[in-house]
């Protein structure tokens, strides 16, 4: 696809109002973001693109439908799975969401040697404390675009991850935002600068892919 897209353009991009639309009558008030900078929204501008990372999108488009949202992303760059359970989950608890992002491990699979099974554990001790709170869950696979070079296996490392989010989000009742496999993957301007994070273009992306899996859930048919 090529990069001279812009926001209004964008076929895989929602305008808020549209957005709004597909979320009317949605029940959500508080919505909460824990993870690393995935979950942050951390990215570079993009021209064309608002400069907003993804979770301060959704919760914009929340707030068109419930003006008076309250809304917590204590998102780290750089969190572990194992540092998002023991810095933000409880702080997270007493926020009291009924919508809540959880992170998906990319941290956890920058090191030499991954441990998958100690993912697992410590995603399913986060998954347990968040189901307690009631919230609606959401998390994302990530996508082939995100590359980390130094590592040969990488692609194995990121389908071995994505297979556990999915295997323990169904679990849970969470809903999973894939990446993996989406068309914007192939799209020129939608890493930054570090290669690693999705610019405002991406951002964009999420957002919408958000709303609408947010609107499956309502079970609107014109989600897709």
Same mark, same amino acid.
């Given at each position: 696809m090529t990069s001279d897209l812009t926001e209004e353009s964008d076929p895989y991009c929602l305008r808020p109002a549209d957005a709004a639309a597909l979320l009317a009558g949605a029940p959500w #008030? #508080? $919505? &909460? =973001?824990? &993870?690393?900078? @995935?979950?942050a929204g951390t990215g570079d501008p993009c021209p064309g693109y608002t400069d907003l990372g993804w979770s301060d999108r959704v919760a914009g488009i929340l707030r068109l439908v419930r003006p008076e949202l309250e809304y917590l992303n204590i998102a780290e760059v750089g969190a572990t799975t194992a540092q998002v359970l023991a810095k933000q989950a409880?702080?997270?608890? *007493?926020?009291?969401? /009924? @919508? @809540?992002h959880l992170s998906c491990g990319a941290n956890d699979i920058v090191r030499r040697q991954p441990d998958f099974d100690e993912i697992? #554990?410590?995603?399913r001790r986060q998954y347990d404390l968040a189901v307690g709170t009631g919230a609606q869950l959401t998390t994302f696979t990530l996508g082939r675009a995100y590359v980390v070079p130094v590592f040969p296996d990488w692609t194995e490392r990121i389908t071995r991850l994505n297979a556990i989010v999915r295997t323990v989000a169904a679990e849970y009742g969470? =809903? =999973? =935002?894939? $990446?993996? /496999?989406h068309p914007v993957n192939a799209r020129a301007n939608? @890493?930054?600068e570090d290669r690693i994070h999705f610019s405002a273009s991406g951002q964009a992306v999420m957002a919408a892919e958000v709303a609408k899996a947010l609107a499956g859930v309502l079970g #609107?048919? /014109?989600? *897709?």
């Open positions: #008030r #508080r $919505f &909460g =973001v824990i &993870g690393d900078s @995935l979950s409880e702080p997270m608890t *007493g926020f009291a969401p /009924d @919508l @809540l697992e #554990r410590t995603m969470a =809903v =999973v =935002v894939e $990446f993996w /496999d939608l @890493l930054s #609107r048919e /014109d989600a *897709g």
